[in-house]
């Protein structure tokens, strides 16, 4: 006797279903969806943070949380195909950062 689960009807499942837009209409819009995952994120940040010894009351901590907040929502936003104007400055940010990265590379040889 085993203790395993036949599966293969829940992966077939996934396969099939449409991750585009999704809309979680038995769970709530998919913007309130967005905002609760964004925000889940962000407190478990913060726990880890206040784990290890950081001052979660601290007033530049908590600015610096906001902040990396707006940017977590951004990127749960282009998962849920969502529209959100950081999208943007995050695709600009990241080809900075890999233009730079291959600059630096290309120096180092």
Same mark, same amino acid.
């Given at each position: 006797?085993?203790?395993?689960? #036949?599966?293969?009807?829940?992966?077939?499942?996934?396969?099939?279903?449409?991750?585009?837009?999704?809309?979680?209409?038995?769970?709530? #819009?998919?913007?309130?969806?967005?905002?609760?995952?964004?925000?889940?994120?962000?407190?478990?940040?913060?726990?880890?943070?206040?784990?290890?010894?950081?001052?979660?009351?601290?007033?530049?901590?908590?600015?610096?949380?906001?902040?990396?907040?707006?940017?977590?929502?951004?990127?749960?936003?282009?998962?849920? #195909?969502?529209?959100?104007?950081?999208?943007?400055?995050?695709?600009?940010?990241?080809?900075?950062?890999?233009?730079?990265?291959?600059? #630096?590379?290309?120096?180092?040889?």
């Amino acid at each position: 006797m085993t203790n395993l689960i #036949d599966a293969k009807n829940i992966f077939e499942l996934k396969k099939e279903a449409d991750t585009k837009g999704l809309k979680f209409a038995a769970y709530r #819009d998919t913007v309130e969806y967005s905002t609760e995952v964004a925000t889940e994120i962000t407190y478990t940040i913060l726990d880890i943070l206040a784990y290890h010894g950081f001052d979660e009351t601290n007033t530049k901590l908590l600015d610096d949380i906001a902040f990396i907040n707006m940017y977590i929502q951004a990127a749960v936003d282009r998962q849920l #195909d969502l529209e959100n104007p950081l999208i943007e400055d995050m695709d600009f940010i990241m080809q900075e950062i890999n233009e730079c990265e291959e600059t #630096d590379n290309f120096a180092q040889n």
